[in-house]
């Protein structure tokens, strides 16, 4: 008997509370899966162990965690009263974050080195977008916190169910009872179990509230006689409301509205995953949860959770290329306008644009950290943790091969290697450099079939992408590539006889002793057969960069205005909530309208009771005599109800409200598809004019390198340096905008 009273003392533990808790919020959100036929998958709501913020302690009975010194003295002592004990004996950490998680980026001897190593952070070196979707999914802070209210929403409901379920009760709570010892010096002593109370209550659908509780008392004395007396009331009562609180649409009011809310929570975290996607790989903001629970409001995730994407993260990654290759560039040129004896105006100009992108590469690589940073935050990650991106999707806007760009350094060494020698008098050296030369051209040759093989590959897809463009468009592409194609075929032709007049050159040089003036004229020659080559392969690289600007893929959207408006009404998450809530203002309105009514109930009560305790009654001895049964009716005067009338106006307006609002919503719905297929459509027309830009630019800088040397040559290179630059800038942005 004592174990028994001890466990409903006692009641159950944290942990079987959470768990059932767990249990029936997982059975309802299943539930409604079924129920709505919807394929949201349902992932587990505790954190994955190898989250950052995962807690590996006992969730029931967590340690304490770190504190700040200053407020941990007031858990010493309070308004000068000691404090508890207990903080002293709760075990403490020193973490917050999982201090496991950097392990699950190791290998496992890696992560068995992690051990001696406290505090050290694993490495990325090629974050992919899959990657970074999976990372976010398993360490984003806001994802979990939409998890977590997805969950509170759905054990809300699970009061709300409770209220119409059989519950116990007792007086004024929940059952009860008590044990006493009393003692009267030289008189009696007795032990008094009670007053103890047990009962239930059951709220039924039309409002009727029916209570049964039992309450007993029961005393053993023990002075005189020996004896054990008590006393047993047995009562019920049934109250069914006829006016204020009857019906069904007012009982179930509170229960209906859980109902729904667990609904439109799946819909707002079902929308919440997809944005969470996108901003992952775009950026922008998310919309998550927003529910009034309980009187108690909660958001989705932190204010400061940045939204960077990964795709503008590797815009800036070009970003960073282009002002390089710009630099690399102008570095070049000039080197080689000085060689050539240009103007200092000329060079001046070349300087100065050099410094220029120097700057603004040097701010661009510090704002491309920064914004690296943001996104490790993003995906949950510490900004210390080194991350290198993965930028295979770039490969589409290389658009110089790599091949090129180093057989055009390898040509510029070797210009410098022979500028070096020109004073030298060494034939073997000199036959050396033509040998390295003829080597240069071999790599020249391949260098014009890596372009070469870039037509074959547009020719491949030019039909389909003819079909895709407008009729300017279309005649203006075919117009380019009209002019392109014997452009680079003349660039082949002007190689080969380049090539013919190295071979001649060698031919020279080996059938005729040389002297230093001869040796000073095949010097000279062989200079202007690597300047030779140099061109052709800077025209090469102009050419390649009008053919694979074609070659960036782009997705064609089909998508016809009207349709596209009635297809985002109809399943538009957002706005099938905001409908079903104007359903929510309506029956609020009948709520309201309730509590201006009068009450009016229907009363069954009774009591069965033993002879009381002064009559040395038994327990369970229940006599008619002592029992008695009550049916009536309650009726309260509706008299006061200024308060009430507020409210029911009130609940007009909301619901009125509410009606413009969801019209509103439709609206800008229909707006922002509106606008959205119009952008749809001008980011397409912009990424068709960005690549006639970059085309455009890459002529004009074929044009200014192959300018002879004069005082407007700096200017023109530098004016077709900064065309280059932003078009290849733009190209990339508004294809990353489209996608």
Same mark, same amino acid.
């Given at each position: 008997g004592w174990a028994v009273l001890w466990m409903l003392a006692s009641g159950c533990s944290r942990a079987q509370y959470r768990r059932v808790a767990d249990t029936q919020v997982v059975?309802?959100?299943?539930?409604?899966?079924?129920?709505?036929?919807?394929?949201?998958?349902?992932?587990?709501?505790?954190?994955?162990?190898?989250?950052?913020?995962?807690?590996?302690?006992?969730?029931?009975?967590?340690?304490?965690?770190?504190?700040?010194?200053?407020?941990?003295?007031?858990?010493?002592?309070?308004?000068?009263?000691?404090?508890?004990?207990?903080?002293?004996?709760?075990?403490?950490?020193?973490?917050?974050?999982?201090?496991?998680?950097?392990?699950?980026?190791?290998?496992?001897?890696?992560?068995?080195?992690?051990?001696?190593?406290?505090?050290?952070?694993?490495?990325?070196?090629?974050?992919?977008?899959?990657?970074?979707?999976?990372?976010?999914?398993?360490?984003?802070?806001?994802? @979990?916190?939409?998890?977590?209210? $997805? +969950?509170?929403?759905?054990?809300?409901?699970?009061?709300? *169910?409770?209220? =119409?379920?059989?519950?116990?009760?007792?007086?004024?709570?929940?059952?009860?009872?008590?044990?006493?010892?009393?003692?009267?010096?030289?008189?009696?002593?007795?032990?008094?179990?009670?007053?103890?109370?047990?009962?239930?209550?059951?709220?039924?659908?039309?409002?009727?509230?029916?209570?049964?509780?039992?309450?007993?008392?029961?005393?053993?004395?023990?002075?005189?006689?020996?004896?054990?007396?008590?006393?047993?009331?047995?009562?019920?009562?049934?109250?069914?409301?006829?006016?204020?609180?009857?019906?069904?649409?007012?009982?179930?009011?509170?229960?209906? @509205?859980?109902?729904?809310?667990? $609904? +439109?929570?799946?819909?707002?975290?079902?929308?919440?995953? *997809?944005?969470? =996607?996108?901003?992952?790989?775009?950026?922008?903001?998310?919309?998550g949860l927003q529910r009034f629970l309980r009187g108690f409001e909660f958001l989705a995730g932190s204010s400061g959770t940045p939204h960077v994407g990964f795709f503008p993260l590797l815009l800036r990654v070009q970003q960073l290329r282009n002002l390089e290759t710009i630099v690399r560039t102008l570095e070049f040129l000039i080197e080689e306008m000085e060689s050539e004896g240009a103007g200092p105006l000329d060079i001046t100009r070349l300087e100065s644009s050099l410094a220029y992108y120097r700057n603004d590469l040097s701010g661009s690589m510090r704002r491309f950290e920064d914004r690296l940073d943001q996104y490790k935050m993003q995906l949950g990650l510490p900004p210390s943790m080194e991350v290198h991106l993965d930028d295979t999707l770039l490969e589409p806007f290389q658009f110089v091969d790599l091949f090129l760009v180093e057989v055009e350094n390898e040509l510029r060494d070797f210009g410098r290697r022979l500028r070096d020698q020109r004073a030298m008098d060494d034939p073997e050296q000199l036959d050396r450099s033509i040998t390295q030369l003829m080597g240069l051209g071999d790599r020249v040759a391949s260098a014009l079939e890596v372009v070469a093989n870039d037509f074959r590959r547009l020719d491949a897809i030019l039909p389909d992408l003819l079909r895709q463009i407008s009729d300017h468009q279309r005649q203006q592409l075919q117009q380019i590539l009209g002019q392109e194609r014997p452009n680079f075929a003349a660039i082949q032709q002007r190689f080969a006889k380049g090539v013919q007049q190295l071979n001649a050159l060698r031919a020279r040089f080996r059938q005729v002793p040389a002297n230093p003036e001869e040796q000073a004229v095949l010097v000279e020659s062989l200079a202007k057969l690597r300047n030779e080559f140099l061109t052709v392969v800077r025209q090469a690289s102009a050419v390649e960069v009008i053919?694979?600007?074609?070659?960036?893929?782009?997705?064609?959207?089909?998508?016809?205005?009207?349709?596209?408006?009635?297809?985002?009404?109809?399943?538009?998450?957002?706005?099938?909530?905001?409908?079903?809530?104007?359903?929510?203002?309506r029956r609020n309105l009948e709520v309201a309208a309730d509590l201006l009514e009068s009450n009016l109930d229907l009363v069954l009560e009774g009591e069965l009771n033993t002879r009381p305790i002064g009559d040395r009654g038994k327990s369970f001895d229940f006599r008619a005599r002592e029992s008695e049964y009550r049916a009536g009716i309650r009726f309260t005067t509706p008299l006061d109800r200024l308060a009430a009338r507020n409210e029911f106006r009130a609940a007009q307006i909301a619901y009125q409200q509410t009606r413009r609002g969801y019209v509103a919503a439709e609206d800008q719905v229909t707006?922002?598809?509106?606008?959205?297929?119009?952008?749809?459509?001008?980011?397409?027309?912009?990424?068709?004019?960005?690549?006639?830009?970059?085309?455009?630019?890459?002529?004009?800088?074929?044009?200014?390198?192959?300018?002879?040397?004069?005082?407007?040559?700096?200017?023109?290179?530098?004016?077709?340096?900064?065309?280059?630059?932003?078009?290849?800038?733009?190209?990339?942005?508004?294809?990353?905008?489209?996608?």
């Open positions: 059975e309802i959100l299943e539930e409604k899966n079924r129920e709505l036929c919807s394929d949201l998958p349902l992932p587990s709501f505790q954190p994955d162990p190898r989250a950052r913020f995962y807690d590996p302690t006992d969730p029931d009975c967590p340690p304490l965690p770190p504190d700040d010194p200053s407020a941990f003295r007031y858990m010493k002592t309070a308004y000068g009263m000691r404090g508890s004990k207990r903080w002293k004996t709760t075990p403490w950490i020193d973490f917050f974050e999982n201090p496991d998680w950097p392990r699950y980026f190791f290998e496992s001897s890696e992560a068995q080195a992690l051990d001696s190593e406290r505090g050290a952070l694993p490495r990325i070196e090629n974050l992919s977008l899959a990657n970074s979707v999976e990372l976010s999914l398993i360490h984003s802070r806001e994802y @979990q916190s939409q998890l977590e209210n $997805l +969950y509170l929403v759905a054990l809300n409901l699970t009061y709300e *169910r409770y209220q =119409f379920d059989v519950r116990p009760i007792g007086w004024l709570g929940e059952p009860s009872s008590g044990l006493s010892y009393q003692h009267q010096p030289d008189s009696e002593s007795n032990i008094a179990l009670g007053p103890s109370n047990f009962g239930v209550s059951k709220l039924f659908p039309t409002g009727a509230q029916f209570v049964a509780e039992l309450a007993n008392s029961t005393i053993w004395m023990f002075s005189g006689p020996n004896a054990t007396i008590g006393a047993t009331s047995l009562a019920f009562s049934l109250v069914q409301p006829l006016m204020m609180g009857a019906g069904r649409e007012i009982a179930m009011e509170e229960l209906t @509205q859980a109902e729904r809310n667990v $609904l +439109y929570g799946m819909r707002d975290f079902a929308r919440f995953r *997809r944005q969470f =996607f996108v901003s992952t790989i775009t950026g922008g903001q998310v919309a053919v694979r600007v074609e070659l960036v893929p782009i997705e064609t959207v089909q998508m016809e205005m009207n349709q596209a408006v009635v297809t985002a009404l109809e399943n538009r998450l957002d706005l099938r909530n905001r409908r079903a809530r104007v359903m929510d203002a707006l922002d598809v509106r606008q959205a297929v119009r952008t749809i459509e001008e980011l397409s027309a912009a990424v068709v004019q960005s690549r006639r830009r970059v085309q455009f630019a890459a002529r004009e800088l074929a044009l200014a390198e192959s300018q002879p040397t004069a005082t407007q040559k700096g200017l023109s290179l530098t004016s077709a340096l900064r065309s280059l630059n932003r078009s290849q800038d733009q190209l990339i942005e508004d294809w990353l905008d489209y996608e």
